[in-house]
C-alpha cells in the first residue's frame, strides 16, 4: 500500500487579508482596467483560479465563521483557512468602511484530503483553536466549487505608499455534482497587499466616485456564500434550519445577503 504524505510540505502562511468587494459588469471591467492602468497600474499574470469548499453535515464551520477551500497547484494541493479578524468572534462582516478583515492560513501538500489538524500549531490562533479542534476531519465533505479567471492589476496608493491589488474575476459558484450553478459573475476585489487601511480607503473613495454612478455595486456579504445557497434546494429540513442558523450568528441572512446583492448574484443559471 502506498503511503500518503499529509502533513504540509510549505510551511503554514498566516496573512492578514482585508478587502472590499464589488459587483460589476464587463464593460465596467474595462473601464476599470484602462482607468487603473492610465494611473500607473502594474498588470500581474492572470490565472485561471478553481477550488472546493468543505464543511461538515450541519455546516459548523460556517457556524464559527470559518471558511475551508482548497485548490489545485501544478502537483501539490494548496490548502486554505480564513478566520474572523477578531478571533473571539464569530461574525464576519465588513466594518463600518465597507473592509472585511479576516485572516488568511495556507500551506501546500500532496494530499486533496482535507485536514483542519493540519492548521494547529502557531498558525491557528488560540481562540479558533478551541472551537474547532473537536471537530474531526471525517466530518468534512465537499460542499461546492468555484472557478474563476482572474486577472489582476497593483497600484500603488499616494496614501503611505499602500499597495493595492485590484482582481478582476469572472466565473461561477457551482454544486459539487454540476446540477446548480450562480450566473456569469464579475466581481471586483480590492485587497490591501501592504500599507495601511487608510490606503484602501483611498482607492474606495475613488473608485466609487467615479464608477458607483455608472453601476458598480458594493457586496456586504461574501462570495463563499454564493455557494451556499446553491446548496438551499438540496438540504432536509434539518439541515436548512442547521445553515440559516450557522449563517445568522456570523452576521448573514437570508433578506440581508439578497438586498446587499444587488446585481441579482443568488440567480441560479
Known amino acids: 500500500m502506498t503511503r500518503v504524505n499529509k502533513k504540509p510540505v510549505t510551511k503554514v502562511e498566516v496573512v492578514p487579508e482585508p478587502e472590499i468587494q464589488y459587483a460589476a459588469t464587463p464593460e465596467l471591467f474595462v473601464e476599470i482596467e484602462h482607468w487603473l492602468m492610465n494611473r500607473g497600474g502594474l498588470e500581474k499574470k492572470a ?7 468543505y464543511d461538515t453535515k450541519n455546516f459548523r464551520l460556517l457556524r464559527e465563521g470559518i471558511e475551508y477551500r482548497i485548490k489545485e497547484k501544478g502537483k501539490l494541493f494548496r490548502h486554505d483557512m480564513k ?9 464576519v462582516v465588513p466594518d463600518a468602511n465597507g473592509i472585511l478583515h479576516r485572516h488568511e492560513m495556507k500551506f501546500k501538500t500532496r494530499t486533496v484530503k482535507p485536514s483542519l489538524k493540519a492548521f494547529f500549531g502557531q498558525a491557528l490562533l488560540d481562540p479558533v ?21 482572474k486577472k489582476k492589476i497593483d497600484h500603488e496608493t499616494d496614501c503611505q505608499r499602500s499597495r493595492v491589488e485590484y482582481s478582476f474575476q469572472t466565473g ?3 454544486t459539487v455534482d454540476g446540477s446548480r450553478k450562480t450566473k456569469l459573475l464579475y466581481i471586483l ?9 487608510e490606503g484602501l480607503l483611498e482607492e474606495k473613495a475613488e473608485l466609487e466616485r467615479i464608477f458607483v454612478p455608472k453601476g458598480l455595486k458594493l457586496l456586504t ?14 438540504m432536509s429540513e434539518k439541515q436548512r ?29
Open 172 to 174: 461561477n459558484m457551482e
Open 129 to 149: 483553536k478551541d472551537r474547532v479542534w473537536r471537530f474531526f476531519d471525517k466530518e468534512l465533505e465537499a460542499k461546492f466549487r468555484s472557478s474563476f479567471f
Open 189 to 197: 476585489e480590492l485587497e490591501l497587499r501592504e500599507g495601511m487601511d
Open 221 to 234: 456579504d461574501r462570495k463563499v456564500m454564493l455557494g451556499f445557497e446553491l446548496l438551499l434546494p438540496q
Open 83 to 91: 478566520t474572523p479578524h477578531d478571533t473571539h468572534m464569530r461574525e
Open 241 to 269: 434550519h442547521a445553515y440559516l442558523d450557522a449563517k445568522r450568528r456570523n452576521g448573514g441572512g437570508d433578506v440581508q445577503a439578497r438586498n446587499n446583492n444587488p446585481a441579482g448574484l443568488f440567480k441560479a443559471a
Open 47 to 53: 490565472e485561471r483560479d478553481s477550488a472546493v469548499y
